[in-house]
Structures are given as structure tokens and as C-alpha cells.
């Protein structure tokens, strides 16, 4: 599953390669998906230049100007893929021809891809947004009894952490994933802020030059101890995997547990 950095590199892909040009065509696929008619969406979306495309998220948003944001959800296995003018992709949901023949669809052989036109805006804290602050997520850990990685990645906290991430999160901080939120010291908290925001941010920048065009492709080669092919971390230490909240998670003895 692409998570935040996968993401971020993809829309800023997108928007390289789309940014201004016009959507000639839009053909849905798979209509149960959206949240109007593939009527309505074709309506409001087509003949629009698009302005921009940012990730907001676990979502890319395509923004075609007011009114007009497409927001795409990934979910499990969806991939975006380019296509050209008369191309149909493979398992799409929906598809984009732009004037000039260029072209991409949001495609998922499960289905479960979903677009959605003008999502609702989140006041939520995206990870890597300013208002997830120091003080934020002090206040928020400061209530919760839920181990910390349930937390990180509760996108109803904080927008964008996926289950991979937050096992390399906590182990920079060498905090355990099993840790009570609440008993986390307040010098571990901003610690853990700034692991944050410079982890995600060295993935994206990692990621991006490497697939410097692509709009898919998972890049796992700087996880430090997230992947069942990784069995000792950088400091050597055996890597220990226990499912928390129905995910695996990635950690070592090093971590230290608050309770």
C-alpha cells in the first residue's frame, strides 16, 4: 500500500506532468465508486485545465479550480498509471485524457480505489502539515491509555502515517510500539515530533529521486526495520514482529516501553 512519501512523490509526478493542461475526457469504469453520478462528474470536471494536484493525506487531490477537487484514494492496491489517448488501463475506475493525448487512471484490481468528487475538508492535522504541532500532539497523547502506534497512525488524529512509517518513526525515537501513549515523557513526545516531520520529509526527498517521473512503484530500500526481509536493525539488534491493532509490527528490544 503507497503510503504518505509514496504520495507526496506522485502527486508532485502528476502535477509535473499535468499541471495546466485541460482535461478533454473523463470515462468512469467503475461508477459505483463515486459519490455522484458519472453524469454529474463528467459535467463538472471536463473542458477544466488542472491546477494542481497535492496530497492531503492518504489521498491525492486533483484540483480542476473552486468546486472542482477530485480527491483519489489508493486504498490497498491502487495504482495510478499512465495511458494515452485511445488506451484503456487495465482494472481502472476512472480514467483522464487531457488535450494532446497524455493521460493516467486510477486503476485496482480489488475495486476498492475510490474517487471522490470535493471531499470534505479534515480538521484534522495532516502529518507534515504546521498544525500538527509540538502542542498538539502533546495534548493528544496526553489523553490516550491506546499504545502509541495505534495513535500514529489513527487518521482521525493524525492524517498520513501508515503502518509502515510508524514502526520507522518509533524506532528512531526508540520509543516501543507497545508503549502507552499517556506515560510517553514530554521530552520523547518532542523527540517524537521532529522524528516525524524529518523522516517523512528525508523519505520524500529519497523516494522522489528515484522515481523522479513515475506515478507508481513502492521504494522500501531506506526502511531501517519495517519488512520481513529485515532481520537485524542498524545497531544489530534482532528485529521482533507482534501484530498490534491486526498489523505487524516491526521492533526491537532497544525500544523503551512507558506504561
Excluded: C
Excluded at 512523490?9 to 485541460?22: G, S
Excluded at 492496491?77 to 489517448?85: C, D, P, Q, R, T
Excluded at 493521460?103 to 475538508?121: C, E, H, R
Excluded at 502533546?138 to 514502526?167: F, S
Aim: aromatic content about 6%; glycine content about 8%.
Amino acid at each position: 500500500m503507497p503510503e504518505l512519501p509514496d504520495l507526496e512523490v506522485f502527486a508532485a509526478n502528476l502535477e509535473k506532468r499535468f499541471k495546466d493542461k485541460t482535461l478533454e475526457r473523463l470515462e468512469v469504469q467503475v461508477a459505483k465508486k463515486l459519490n455522484v453520478t458519472e453524469s454529474e462528474l463528467k459535467e463538472i470536471l471536463e473542458g477544466h485545465r488542472l491546477a494542481a494536484v497535492r496530497r492531503a493525506g492518504k489521498t491525492i487531490q486533483l484540483d480542476f479550480g473552486a468546486e472542482r477537487v477530485l480527491g483519489l484514494h489508493l486504498m490497498l492496491h491502487g495504482e495510478l498509471k499512465l495511458i494515452e489517448a485511445n488506451e484503456n488501463s487495465k482494472h481502472a475506475i476512472v480514467s483522464f485524457y487531457f488535450k494532446g493525448g497524455d493521460g493516467f487512471a486510477l486503476s485496482d484490481f480489488q475495486k476498492s480505489a475510490t474517487p471522490t468528487l470535493n471531499p470534505a475538508a479534515s480538521d484534522v492535522p495532516d502529518a507534515l502539515s504546521k498544525e500538527m504541532s509540538v502542542a498538539y500532539l502533546e495534548a493528544v497523547l496526553a489523553k490516550k491509555k491506546a499504545p502509541i502506534k495505534t495513535v500514529l497512525m489513527d487518521q482521525n488524529i493524525i492524517r498520513g502515517i501508515g503502518n509502515t512509517y510508524a514502526d520507522e518513526i518509533l524506532w528512531e525515537t526508540r520509543i516501543s510500539p507497545f508503549s502507552v501513549s499517556k506515560a510517553i515523557p514530554g521530552a520523547k513526545v518532542k523527540e517524537l515530533h521532529q522524528v516525524i516531520r524529518k523522516l517523512l520529509g528525508k523519505e520524500i526527498e529519497q523516494i522522489g529521486k528515484l522515481l523522479p517521473d513515475e506515478l507508481g512503484g513502492e521504494i522500501r530500500d531506506f526502511l531501517k526495520i519495517h519488512g520481513a526481509g529485515i532481520k537485524e536493525s542498524p545497531t544489530g539488534r534482532k528485529i521482533m514482529v507482534q501484530e498490534i491493532g491486526g498489523r505487524k509490527s516491526y521492533y526491537t528490544d532497544e525500544q523503551q516501553l512507558y506504561k
